[in-house]
């Protein structure tokens, strides 16, 4: 069964400092995707990584990276200089391949990140 | 990405009574999907909605509490029925867009039922 563990439940920081968040999961598939959404206070769910499971390579986008390793299976999330602009709940999530052809998300729980002045 | 807007953005109701909310996507897609979130928790699927066609729902979640209309391919709504405050929570439509996989959310529709 496809399964995505997100251990830390919440995270506190003080601004400045460099966090990761990370992610574990199960698949039995070999072709998945790995995505990454941040929920602010407000509420609604923001997109910010799609990673397929043929691509290990990390990635950079300003202070955010993604180290994918299938060889953990796990897609960690490093938010570095953090601000406070960027305290939310961070979801990680796996794709699954239904019939019909879409692919349905499994959610982790989800880590609550808290940046403090 | 697309843009998709809902519809109330939040609403407080009494037990016993329904809520629809509506979901509008900015482009035409194919598929929509409806989640909930309760307070605290992460996102579960409640169902897939395909233009034409039946809604196909998740294990636990049925047609008579959450039925869901999917009439073109930029509009959808999802009733919550005969509401209890266990069905207090976030629900958000999302959809992919072109031959991307990626879900993008909606706002959200925070719903409270006393």
């Known amino acids: 069964a496809q399964k995505v563990t997100q251990a830390q439940t919440e995270i506190s920081v003080v601004e400045k400092e460099d966090v990761t968040l990370d992610c574990v999961y199960e698949?039995?598939?070999?072709?998945?995707?790995l995505f990454w959404y941040k929920q602010p206070p407000s509420g609604e769910l923001v997109f910010l990584i799609r990673?397929?499971?043929?691509?290990?390579q990390n990635e950079i986008s300003g202070r955010y990276s993604w180290n994918f390793q299938k060889s953990t299976s796990s897609f960690n999330f490093t938010i570095t200089a953090s601000q406070v602009v960027d305290s939310a709940v961070y979801f990680c999530a796996l794709s699954e391949a239904k019939s019909g052809g879409y692919n349905k998300l499994i959610f982790g729980a989800g880590t609550r990140l808290a940046v403090h002045p | 990405s697309a843009v998709i807007s809902q519809k109330p953005s939040r609403d407080i109701c009494q037990r016993g009574t329904s809520l629809t909310i509506q979901c509008q996507v900015d482009s035409q897609v194919t598929m929509m999907f409806w989640y909930r979130q309760q307070p605290g928790q992460s996102l579960t699927l409640i169902a897939t909605a395909n233009q034409g066609s039946e809604a196909t729902y998740e294990s636990g979640f049925v047609i008579d509490k959450f039925p869901i209309s999917r009439p073109n391919l930029t509009f959808s709504t999802l009733t919550v029925s005969n509401m209890s405050p266990e069905d207090s929570s976030i629900y958000l439509c999302s959809s992919t867009r072109g031959s991307t996989d990626t879900q993008y959310f909606g706002p959200g529709t925070r719903l409270t039922v006393l």
């Open positions: 698949t039995r598939d070999t072709t998945y995707y």
């Open positions: 990673r397929n499971s043929f691509d290990e």
